[in-house]
């Protein structure tokens, strides 16, 4: 009986708030006073996407693979890393079953933004939409998150991984 080959990759990103940035979510722009700081687009759901990809890989981190200390990645659109990513995935013959990711925000409001976001990141990665779900919850006031200090998100991914013939 031939039976597949999956596997699951898990992660938790965050980052603040900071003033005069662009919040980035999923490659896509929300209009909102605070963007998310960080070395690069700083795009928290794109990081935890990235990770748990890798994380599902057995190939470690962002840190490891677009280190923080090398200037080249100042700025860059995390849509550019996550190009990386999946060509590392390509040429070790994984495919995407699934991918399920929550954002942890005060604020904004996020759920008008979702159906675009969904479908960019479908894009993103080359599945139909129904394989990519987004999601939301408030911390109910409480914490750094519920004081609007900054944002996280989670991601789980199953993973394919075809035989070589
Ligand atoms: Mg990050």
């Known amino acids: 009986m031939m039976?597949?080959?999956?596997r699951i990759?898990?992660?938790?990103d965050v980052h603040r708030f900071r003033r005069g940035r662009k919040l980035i979510l999923g490659g896509v722009e929300i209009p909102y006073a605070f963007g998310l700081a960080g070395h690069s687009d700083a795009d928290?759901?794109?990081?935890?996407?990235?990770n748990a990809l890798l994380g599902a890989m057995g190939k470690g981190d962002i840190g490891i693979h677009f280190?923080?200390?090398?200037?080249?990645?100042?700025?860059?659109?995390?849509?550019?890393?996550l190009q990386r990513v999946l060509r590392t995935m390509k040429q070790?013959?994984?495919?995407?079953?699934n991918?399920?990711?929550?954002?942890?925000?005060?604020?904004p409001r996020l759920t008008p933004f979702f159906k675009e976001i969904r479908r960019h990141l479908a894009g993103l990665l080359s599945v139909p939409e129904e394989r990519i779900n987004l999601k939301?919850?408030?911390?109910?006031?409480?914490?750094?998150?519920?004081?609007?200090?900054?944002?996280?998100?989670?991601?789980?991914v199953l993973l394919e991984k075809r035989r070589s013939r």
């Open 99 to 107: 991918g399920d990711v929550t954002l942890i925000a005060q604020k």
């Open 44 to 50: 928290v759901v794109l990081h935890a996407l990235m």
């Open 136 to 156: 939301a919850v408030t911390t109910e006031g409480l914490g750094w998150v519920g004081e609007g200090r900054g944002m996280a998100a989670t991601a789980v």
């Open 9 to 12: 990759g898990h992660s938790f």
């Open 92 to 97: 070790a013959r994984f495919r995407i079953v």
């Open 3 to 6: 039976t597949r080959d999956c």
């Open 67 to 81: 280190p923080d200390t090398d200037p080249s990645y100042k700025g860059i659109s995390s849509e550019k890393l």
